[in-house]
């Protein structure tokens, strides 16, 4: 890993389409802000991880279960379920 | 006779891309498959689907999210319209801001899962946090994070 110091206004730059730069430093914390083109997506690491996980795990949806959720959805909502695609 | 019959199950077979999921067997049609250029989240190789309605479960609100590029990757998805959850105005403008598609062909449509409780009761979640919007007019998908913090991976519904 690259490891580079900066101080509060420096920043680094990827590539030609991503520049991250110190904002803010107060106490543990640090403020970065993140300029690039829109086709790069920028998460905070943690929130990634947790729709990666949930998408892993919605992989292996038990299928046995959609009969109880027919059910389930009829009775909390009247609205029609049918669409197209569907005869 | 015959032979006609056997033409057009060779030109079916041409058209449509069959793939066995635990929910059965499903097609899909080539002309209709998604292009999600980001992929999914954790599946970024995987960036062309097909939805197929429940092969088993005859008028189900669930469809099969299937995957072209990995055949062993398919997820359960319903449209956001047949649950009773509802974002707010600005959820959902975020949810299309970032989808890139327009409002008026954007449908919602949210990935399933089964959760297991320590006791083993059995119940089935919508991830309303990372929807996936979609415009099947011009066939592109994407999956979109939104920022609101109460929204949930696993609204239970």
Same mark, same amino acid.
């Given at each position: 890993? +690259?490891?580079?110091?900066?101080?509060?206004?420096?920043?680094?730059?990827?590539?030609?389409?991503?520049?991250?730069?110190?904002?803010?430093?107060?106490?543990?914390?640090?403020?970065?802000?993140?300029?690039?083109?829109?086709?790069?997506?920028?998460?905070?690491?943690?929130?990634? +991880?947790?729709?990666?996980q949930a998408n892993e795990s919605s992989v292996n949806f038990d299928p046995s279960d959609?009969?109880? +959720?027919?059910?389930?959805?009829?009775?909390?909502?009247?609205?029609?379920?049918?669409?197209?695609?569907?005869? | 006779?015959?032979?006609?019959?056997?033409? #057009? %199950?060779?030109?079916?077979?041409?058209?449509?891309?069959?793939?066995?999921t635990p929910y059965?067997?499903?097609?899909?049609?080539?002309?209709? =498959?998604?292009?999600?250029?980001?992929?999914? %989240?954790?599946?970024?190789? &995987?960036? %062309?689907?097909?939805?197929?309605?429940?092969?088993?479960?005859?008028?189900?609100?669930?469809?099969?999210?299937? &995957?072209?590029?990995?055949?062993t990757v398919n997820f359960a998805?319903?449209?956001?319209?047949?649950?009773?959850?509802?974002?707010?105005?600005?959820?959902?403008?975020?949810?299309?801001?970032?989808?890139?598609?327009?409002? #008026?062909?954007?449908?919602?449509?949210?990935i399933l899962r089964t959760n297991e409780?320590?006791?083993?009761?059995k119940?089935?979640?919508?991830?309303?946090?990372?929807?996936? %919007?979609?415009?099947?007019?011009?066939?592109?998908? #994407?999956?979109?994070?939104?920022?609101?913090?109460? =929204?949930?991976?696993?609204?239970?519904?």
């Open positions: 890993m +690259l490891v580079v110091s900066r101080k509060k206004g420096e920043a680094i730059v990827i590539n030609d389409d991503i520049e991250i730069i110190v904002s803010e430093i107060k106490g543990s914390q640090v403020k970065l802000g993140v300029q690039t083109s829109k086709k790069n997506k920028v998460y905070r690491k943690e929130l990634y +991880l947790k729709i990666k959609i009969g109880d +959720l027919k059910v389930k959805m009829e009775k909390t909502d009247g609205r029609s379920t049918n669409r197209e695609g569907n005869d | 006779m015959a032979e006609v019959q056997i033409e #057009k %199950v060779m030109i079916d077979n041409e058209d449509k891309l069959i793939y066995q059965g067997e499903i097609e899909l049609q080539e002309d209709k =498959l998604l292009s999600f250029s980001d992929g999914i %989240v954790g599946f970024s190789n &995987c960036t %062309v689907f097909g939805l197929a309605s429940h092969p088993a479960v005859k008028n189900s609100p669930i469809l099969i999210l299937q &995957c072209v590029n990995d055949a998805v319903v449209d956001s319209k047949s649950l009773s959850f509802e974002y707010s105005a600005e959820d959902m403008a975020e949810a299309i801001k970032s989808s890139g598609v327009s409002s #008026k062909d954007a449908i919602v449509m949210f409780s320590d006791e083993g009761a119940s089935i979640t919508a991830n309303v946090k990372a929807p996936i %919007v979609l415009d099947a007019t011009n066939k592109v998908a #994407k999956q979109v994070i939104l920022n609101n913090r109460d =929204l949930s991976t696993q609204y239970e519904i």
